[in-house]
DNA sequence: CCGTGTGAACAAATTCACAGCC
DNA sequence: GGCTGTGAATTTGTTCACACGG
């Protein structure tokens, strides 16, 4: 397949798991895989894996599987994992501070480069090794320091208006730990980080599970 | 629709962010409101907020709405958000300290009622309230204490065996924030927090971004 | 006349199944 | 013989459009 526009957002929100499977099996030396073992590694049927992939290329050996070396660099390469990206975070409260301290992020090429808060007791302290400036510089700072993602941990009424400001200085992805749906331009994107309402949609099936 | 069993997952997906919506509305005296505005005000289209809601029953007035108040409780019941849930948390470290301090589970009715760690100079210590035992003592902490729900914040190599020792003990959810795809019975649910996940398929939108 | 509830139409995503190649 | 890549078949999910009640 050729197409390179309109690959459904499900697969692409596939592949990084293929990706960190994919890592995992060639840290333990693993050469070669089938879309077949891939499958059980992570309880997705192999013909998911086989068409997610035949939206980009064509990757495997028939016979044989995927190297699991190039499949990695691949994958990694589509989903512009070859390159650095650049974030910076608001808010620094509990969440804030263990976002900072996460070593997570920077070890898949996402590096925090600057935190901002409104409360003064916190701006110009240092939280896993980021410098906390006041959210009133944030514009200004950006326009000299651009950012290709903003990371949203302030409070659920606060969440919109800082949304607004990082969209305004030219941040085109935001990664949302606020509970509040967020409006933003077409073309920017958001990921929300919700484990409350991963736990409300939980209990609906643990209420009628069997015992 | 008399359907009880058999609802998408996706619809129950959507459901707390429903439920969320109508509180705010709630909190700011909204007495009513119809599909069409609950649906501007989150990004989704009316068609599929009704027919979300048809599955479990006639909640509306035609040429009316939905009564705020009424519809919040009818989700609450729905999901099994009328009752409390207990969750036990293991790994304490930089992410399961943040989590034990953190006060939107408890708002929601999500209490924890213990955590646990294998490191000795944690094992002792109270955070944000909660007691932290030696993770040695989790299953017959589970035997004497039974727990809904078990919170995996260990390392990934260490997840997979937390999570057999929770099923082991009866827990039938698990909200895991460890990056690693865990292997789990049919019947127990899991729910994957993974902000880096949600990062690595956002650059692939931001790589071909228009400028 | 407004807005729900819902079959019917449509669209999207998944799985099947097999030709083709190693 | 084993496993990919992919159209076709199937399943799942979304949107349309309208009858009906307030």
């Given at each position: 397949m050729i197409t390179v526009l309109g690959v459904p957002e499900v697969v692409i929100d596939r592949l990084p798991v293929y990706a960190r499977t994919l890592a995992e099996l060639n840290r333990k030396g693993r050469q070669v895989v089938s879309s077949q073992e891939l499958g059980e590694e992570l309880g997705v049927t192999p013909a998911q894996i086989r068409k997610d992939l035949s939206y980009f290329g064509r990757f495997g050996k028939q016979g044989r599987g995927y190297s699991v070396q190039r499949l990695t660099n691949e994958l990694r390469r589509i989903l512009g994992l070859d390159q650095a990206w650049t974030m910076v975070l608001v808010g620094v409260g509990n969440l804030g501070r263990a976002v900072l301290s996460y070593k997570g992020f920077t070890a898949e090429g996402?590096?925090?480069?600057a935190a901002f808060d409104a409360h003064t007791e916190t701006v110009g302290r240092t939280v896993g090794g980021i410098r906390v400036y006041n959210v009133k510089n944030l514009a200004s700072f950006l326009t000299s320091n651009p950012a290709d993602i903003g990371i949203i941990a302030v409070s659920a009424s606060g969440a919109q208006e800082v949304a607004d400001l990082l969209v305004g200085s030219g941040v085109k992805g935001i990664l949302n730990y606020a509970p509040v749906a967020l409006r933003v331009p077409v073309g920017t994107q958001v990921k929300n980080i919700e484990p409350v309402l991963a736990l409300q949609s939980m209990t609906y099936y643990l209420k009628t599970a069997a015992p």
């Open positions: 996402f590096r925090i480069v």
